[in-house]
């Protein structure tokens, strides 16, 4: 093979790897519209909320479900416990 396609092939591969890192840098502090906003707790949410709003999203909110899962659970149980308290009470 010549050297210069080896040159050829070589040059575009680095530049990619050079430029391309850049290019998301630079998106990212521009703050692109849906990048932060999403992943950021809102003012007045409560942690469940969030984590329900999140549950789908990959690698955002460790086993989601299983959070998701336990919420529900607590919520029963606090209803039940309001219902034995008001038949007590």
């Not at 040159?7 to 849906?34: D, E, H, K, S, Y």
């Not at 809102?42 to 469940?48: D, S």
């Not at 309001?82 to 038949?87: Q, T």
Request: glycine share 10%; hydrophobic share 45%; charged share 25%.
């Amino acid at each position: 093979m010549n050297p210069n396609y080896l040159l050829l092939i070589l040059i575009p591969i680095a530049l990619l790897f050079v430029i391309g890192p850049m290019l998301v840098m630079r998106a990212q502090r521009r703050g692109a519209p849906g990048a932060q906003a999403g992943l950021q707790q809102a003012p007045g949410e409560t942690r469940e909320e969030f984590v329900r709003r999140n549950a789908g999203r990959a690698g955002v909110v460790a086993d989601g479900a299983t959070l998701v899962d336990l919420y529900d659970r607590i919520r029963v149980l606090e209803e039940r416990l309001a219902r034995a308290e008001e038949k007590s009470g």
